[in-house]
């Protein structure tokens, strides 16, 4: 039996009043990787009040203190590299490599966020009165609550909570059900780095009740979500019901755009990464490859040459390069998806069919699935899909791939590839997407730019960057009048 792993709250590893459990298995073997507590309101409610406790003296330690606890649990985050990212393997299936990447982005995210507590800037501006000052600084929001996805088990937690920490504010993560060992040893890391109890919490559970209860806490300030778009649409809901601020991240339906000019090799690679890196369960991943006309027919060739070598299975085999899907329901929604994509009459050319043979037999795996003969009217060109499926939209020009990349509801990360200079500036100033690259695949965002998503993919705020600040902070304007009378804004001015 695997040790039982608990909630974290006030500084400590406690069961939940419940003694109800749940259990947290390897998609690719079956194999059990943790038996979890299984908490509910009452435990919801422990974690904020924890939080909202601490909330009092961590706003009142300098920055550059809070930093030099971020910079540590960088330091430790590094020592523990490898043995987070097979966990996360174990637990999530993506790739060794991949899993020691997500590792990375929450390593390079603390020791940025870290540097931020010595700067934080704030502005001092001019009074538009005589012996008067005016500045704003920033303050934290308070408990902070942050729903997280499977899918960037580490990474997602580490962007929310470091720069809502740096800032002042205390946490309560409240992980996804897929994956709740990694989320344990992820925080354990952020413990033992001395931490002040409450300032960090965690509360595991099944239930989507969970987060309806965090999302609805009277003492939880601010939400920030990145899930689902339909989960998303009720967080929204219920954090208007509650007045509090919230900011989502959600579904993406991505493209990478193939112009007659590219270098189809250079393309091919993008994306192989972007649309079958981790089993295509990415928020950024590539699902619609849009392709000039000219060069469509010898990038399939390469594309399906590439695909039939494709090694998959378990992420912690050497040499494997895609690795499950998460869960038997998101393996049947992907098949669901293949069958209507075939109903409405695209060209199934590869994959397309559920492993289970051998190797795969304990594991939930998917053929990696290539359509050709998409068009923008059908629901695998439009509906996130979250696996390993591709679909392929011909047209003639950049304008018909950028009108046609613009028109999904979803509106996060976009790819170009040329080598025409003056098509590249063309395509990112008319790209309505908040992340767009040239000459690289759909992924691969780094921490100090913004990372999100316009339309519905999010609702205005980013992540990571300097971005992430205004998330977690608000302003406050100071004015200081050293007069020594009374002086009148927008009255005593002449
Ligand atoms: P999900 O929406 O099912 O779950 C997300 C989180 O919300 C989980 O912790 C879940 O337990 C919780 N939840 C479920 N119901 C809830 C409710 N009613 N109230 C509050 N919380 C609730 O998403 P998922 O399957 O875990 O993740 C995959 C999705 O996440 C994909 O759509 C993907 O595009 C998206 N995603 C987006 C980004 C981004 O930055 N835009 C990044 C990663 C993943």
């Given at each position: 039996m695997k040790t039982l792993v608990k909630n974290f709250i006030g500084g400590k590893w406690v069961e939940a009043r419940s003694r109800r459990y749940f259990e947290s298995r390897n998609p690719a073997t079956g194999e059990l990787v943790g038996r979890c507590v299984d908490s509910g309101r009452e435990e919801i409610d422990q974690a904020v009040k924890a939080a909202a406790r601490a909330f009092e003296s961590w706003r009142r330690v300098p920055?550059?203190?809070?930093?030099?606890?971020?910079?540590?649990?960088?330091?430790?985050?590094?020592?523990?590299?490898?043995?987070?990212?097979?966990?996360?393997?174990?637990?999530?299936?993506?790739?060794?490599?991949?899993?020691?990447?997500?590792?990375?982005?929450?390593?390079?995210?603390?020791?940025?966020?870290?540097?931020?507590?010595?700067?934080?800037?704030?502005?001092?501006?001019?009074?538009?009165?005589?012996?008067?000052?005016?500045?704003?600084?920033?303050?934290?929001?308070?408990?902070?609550?942050?729903?997280?996805?499977?899918?960037?088990?580490?990474?997602?937690?580490?962007?929310?909570?470091?720069?809502?920490?740096?800032?002042?504010?205390?946490?309560?993560?409240?992980?996804?059900?897929?994956?709740?060992?990694?989320?344990?040893?992820?925080?354990?890391?952020?413990?033992?780095?001395?931490?002040?109890?409450?300032?960090?919490?965690?509360?595991?559970?099944?239930?989507?009740?969970?987060?309806?209860?965090?999302?609805?806490?009277?003492?939880?300030?601010?939400?920030?979500?990145?899930?689902?778009?339909?989960?998303?649409?009720?967080?929204?809901?219920?954090?208007?019901?509650?007045?509090?601020?919230?900011?989502?991240?959600?579904?993406?339906?991505?493209?990478?755009?193939?112009?007659?000019?590219?270098?189809?090799?250079?393309?091919?690679?993008?994306?192989?990464?972007?649309?079958?890196?981790?089993?295509?369960?990415?928020?950024?991943?590539?699902?619609?490859l849009i392709v000039h006309t000219d060069v469509k027919n010898q990038l399939m060739k390469k594309l399906l040459a590439r695909l039939a070598k494709l090694r998959i299975g378990n992420g912690l085999k050497p040499g494997i390069e895609m690795g499950p899907i998460i869960n038997r329901a998101q393996l049947e929604k992907v098949h669901g998806y293949v069958g209507v994509g075939q109903q409405e009459g695209a060209r199934l050319v590869a994959g397309g069919k559920i492993l289970s043979e051998g190797e795969f037999k304990k594991g939930w795996f998917y053929a990696p699935t290539l359509f050709d003969c998409v068009t923008p009217a059908m629901r695998i060109a439009k509906e996130e899909i979250f696996g390993p499926v591709l679909g392929v939209l011909e047209v003639k020009d950049l304008d018909q791939a950028i009108a046609i990349n613009n028109e999904v509801m979803q509106g996060l990360s976009t790819s170009v590839y040329t080598r025409d200079l003056n098509r590249a500036q063309r395509a990112i100033a008319d790209i309505r997407t908040g992340i767009v690259y040239v000459n690289a695949g759909t992924i691969g965002s780094e921490v100090h730019l913004p990372f999100g998503g316009m339309r519905r993919t999010g609702n205005g705020h980013r992540e990571a960057g300097q971005a992430a600040l205004e998330t977690f902070s608000e302003w406050k304007a100071v004015y200081i009048d050293y007069s020594g009378r009374l002086q009148r804004a927008q009255i005593d001015t002449d």
């Open positions: 920055a550059p203190r809070r930093g030099e606890i971020l910079f540590r649990v960088a330091e430790r985050l590094v020592r523990h590299k490898d043995a987070l990212a097979r966990t996360l393997t174990q637990e999530m299936g993506k790739v060794l490599t991949e899993a020691k990447g997500d590792v990375q982005e929450a390593i390079d995210m603390a020791a940025y966020m870290a540097g931020e507590g010595r700067r934080l800037f704030g502005h001092v501006v001019p009074s538009e009165l005589p012996n008067k000052s005016a500045q704003c600084i920033r303050e934290p929001v308070g408990v902070v609550g942050l729903i997280t996805p499977w899918n960037f088990p580490v990474a997602i937690p580490a962007w929310k909570s470091f720069p809502a920490l740096i800032l002042g504010n205390t946490v309560v993560l409240k992980p996804s059900p897929e994956t709740p060992v990694t989320a344990a040893s992820f925080i354990k890391i952020i413990e033992e780095c001395g931490m002040p109890p409450g300032v960090v919490n965690l509360v595991l559970g099944s239930s989507a009740q969970l987060g309806e209860a965090l999302v609805s806490h009277p003492e939880v300030a601010l939400i920030s979500f990145t899930g689902s778009t339909a989960t998303g649409g009720k967080v929204a809901v219920a954090a208007a019901t509650h007045h509090k601020r919230v900011a989502l991240e959600m579904g993406g339906k991505n493209a990478i755009l193939v112009m007659e000019d590219a270098d189809l090799d250079l393309a091919v690679d993008g994306i192989i990464w972007s649309a079958f890196g981790t089993t295509g369960q990415r928020c950024t991943a590539c699902s619609r």
